[in-house]
Structure formats: C-alpha cells, structure tokens
C-alpha cells in the first residue's frame, strides 16, 4: 500500500464502480457490490487489494496472488486462484492506471496564492489558481485556470500557461506557450538560448534566439529536462508527448504528437519527428534530420540520418534493427575467432 504521509487514499470502490470506470468484464464476480480498499502489486495484495497482471513474467506471482480482485486479459482467466474477481480487458495495464486514478487522483490546484510568491500586477491570473512560495510570475504572464505553480518556479515575462498544467518546484521558463494539462517536473528548464553561433577562428559570435517553445496540450516533461526556444521558426513539441528526465532538445526541433523521448537523449537542432516516434534512454539524434511517424529509436544509438516511418533503428551509426544485430553477431564471432 502507498505510504500515507505522501499519497492520499479515496475509495474504497465497488467491483461495479470500477469494472464502469474501466471498461473491463467482470469474471468470477458473485457480488458486484463488493469493495476494495486499496491498489497494489500482485506479490503485496491481500483479498482487500486490486491488482493486475500485465506480464508474462509474472504469471507465477499471479497465480500464487492473495490479491482480491485483478486486471487481466482473457487468457489468463483459467490460471486465476478460485477466490479471485477478475476485470478482463485486452489492456490490463491501462485499466490498473484508471482504477489506480481514482484511488489516488492527482494534485488539484488549491486556490491559494501564497504572500510570499512575486506575482506582477501586469500578470493575468485565472480561477482557483495555487501559487506556493517562492515563485516568480513575470509581467503580461497569463496563467490559466486551476494551474498550480510551486515553489520558487520562475515564469518568464510573457508566457502563457493553458488551464489545468502544474509547473514544478524550480522550474524556469521564459519564451514559452504552455497548453492545457501540462506536467512540468521539478527543475525543467525550457525557453532560454539555444546553442546557436557562427564559428570562426576570430571567435564564435553569438547569433540572437528570436523564436519561441510552443508546447501543445497534455505534456509531460520531466524533471531537469532543458528544451531550448528556437533560433526564428519555434522548437515545437506536440499534443500529448512524454518526455523523460535529463532530455535535451534543441533549437528548433519539432515533436508531432504522442512521441515518447527517454532519459538522456539529446535532439539536436532543426531535426524535425513525426508522431508518435520513440527514442529510448541516451540516443543521440544529430540536427536537420526527419524522424518519420512511428520510428523506433534503440537505446544508445547515433541517428546521423533520416529515418523513415515505422522503421526501427539501432547502434551508432543507426542502421535498420536487424542489420544492427547482424552486425553484433558478426562482431562477436569475429572476436572468438581472433581468441
């Protein structure tokens, strides 16, 4: 169970509320009525407790589960324990986060503007919104309804932020366009210079920043990532992306929507993703490419150029997957050979 000093618990809930809330079909559920307490892992539950089952790996934990009710797919109905309510849905893990939403809803703003946060009079502040102290808000800053800006946060003259987004402990952002229901982490920077000069052996001569970071609605961008405002066009990132800790994105770039950016990856200027494109943890993507929709980025790869949709690439250079892991065999027999 979640530690209470830190997450605040509803419920408890019906087996008819949540299979409503979720989708899912009841299976082995005598009494709709029923209630469960809480949400937890499979090897943690007790017959008070909702779980789930979304991993082959963990058909053994499943199976042996004192868990009281559990989200599953089909066929793992027959390998349920006898007492057990199963919600049966093609996509437990989805479900499990609906159910595990009720019983642990996110913050709300509280309404509270704290005496000791810095709010310009030229700001335009919106309903029920929280400012805890600490925080800066810039002059003509519009802040949209329900937002929660926390602790010593700093919000750049001119930005404007969509109704429903939380802006994090320490954040910074200046230059920026913030959409509805974002989720800004702790310690984001986003809107300042990009990394743009003209090299020369007289010395690199800084070139002005003139564009903006446009965020679209229902982001999120983890703590410490840096997102950089464009050099004229703006640095773009799309409806409902996710982006990690520790990302860096360029000038310029552009996120279409749904894109998923992991830990450590670093985009470089101008490069352009489609929607719905992955890059996992500490790839690097040089600048001026076009990521097509839906490509796949293995971990730790180089991209040094375009990758086309739905293509899958990995290494460093980054080439197609399966010729990525027909070099590593290659490689490998190549060394035992030389042994």
Do not use: W
Not at 107 to 124: C, K, L, M, Y
Request: glycine share 14%.
């Amino acid at each position: 169970m979640a530690d209470s000093r830190f997450f605040k618990r509803k419920g408890p809930f019906s087996v008819q509320e949540i299979a409503d809330l979720t989708g899912a079909e009841l299976v082995n559920a005598p009494d709709p009525s029923r209630r469960f307490d809480d949400v937890s892992p499979l090897q943690n539950a007790d017959a008070s407790i909702l779980s789930f089952f979304d991993n082959r790996k963990y058909l053994d934990a499943f199976v042996s589960s004192s868990a009281g009710g559990c989200f599953v797919r089909p066929e793992f109905v027959d390998r349920a324990p006898a007492d057990m309510v199963l919600f049966t849905t093609s996509d437990p893990y989805r479900a499990y986060a609906k159910a595990a939403t009720a019983y642990y809803p996110f913050d709300e703003a509280n309404g509270v503007v704290s005496p000791h946060a810095v709010v310009a009079d030229t700001a335009r502040i919106g309903k029920g919104v929280q400012i805890d102290a600490g925080a800066v808000i810039g002059e003509n800053c519009e802040i949209g309804d329900g937002c929660i800006i926390a602790s010593n946060a700093v919000i750049g003259e001119g930005v404007v932020i969509g109704a429903g987004s939380k802006i994090g402990a320490g954040a910074t952002i200046s230059h920026c366009l913030i959409g509805n229901l974002c989720l800004i982490y702790p310690g984001v920077r986003i809107g300042q210079d990009g990394f743009g000069f003209a090299m020369g052996p007289q010395g690199h001569l800084k070139v002005p920043q003139l564009g903006r970071v446009v965020i679209g609605n229902d982001v999120e961008i983890g703590a410490n990532s840096t997102i950089d405002r464009g050099a004229g066009p703006d640095t773009v990132i799309g409806n409902g992306c996710r982006i990690d800790n520790l990302v860096q994105i360029g000038h310029n770039v552009e996120l279409g929507m749904g894109c998923v950016i992991v830990s450590q990856v670093g985009i470089s200027g101008s490069t352009k993703l489609g929607n719905f494109v992955v890059a996992a943890g500490q790839a690097g993507i040089t600048g001026h490419l076009e990521i097509g929709d839906g490509a796949k980025i293995a971990a730790q790869s180089g991209v040094m150029k375009n990758i086309g949709a739905g293509e899958t690439v990995g290494g460093s250079p980054a080439v197609p997957v399966m010729e990525y892991h027909k070099q590593t065999v290659a490689l490998s027999r190549l060394i035992r050979k030389k042994k």
